[in-house]
């Protein structure tokens, strides 16, 4: 059974950082397929960042050149460096894998998530 652990949230105010971690566990999990998904207030989960084919690093227009994706392998964690964090970015961020069909379809149940809300 694989389960997703989301940490590192926090309140920061505008133009501040975060990292946040995503522990995966499970033989079935493959964190190299594996990215982060925000849930804004009121709004749907949207796809923030993730690992593609061959490495390739996937961002959203909205978060490129302040995010920074990376993994640990060995320790199935992914992070999320978030820097000059804006207002926008606030809502709770959600680690998956993503499926061959892309990043609109996951393969795991939802973790708990972590809160980021970032004040102006």
């Known amino acids: 059974q694989v389960q997703l652990v989301e940490s590192g949230g926090g309140l920061v105010q505008a133009g501040g950082s975060l990292r946040l971690s995503c522990a995966a566990s499970?033989?079935?999990?493959?964190?190299?397929?594996m990215g982060w998904y925000l849930q804004a207030p009121g709004k749907q989960r949207e796809f923030v960042a993730g690992f593609g084919d061959g490495g390739s690093v996937d961002y959203a227009d909205s978060v490129k050149g302040r995010f920074i994706l990376s993994r640990d392998t060995a320790k199935k964690t992914l992070y999320l460096q978030m820097d000059s964090l804006k207002p926008e970015d606030t809502g709770v961020y959600y680690c998956?894998?993503?499926?061959?069909?892309?990043?609109?379809?996951?393969?795991?149940?939802w973790g708990q998530g972590t809160q980021v809300t970032v004040s102006s």
């Open positions: 499970g033989r079935r999990v493959d964190i190299n397929y």
């Open positions: 998956n894998e993503r499926t061959p069909y892309g990043w609109s379809w996951v393969t795991h149940t």
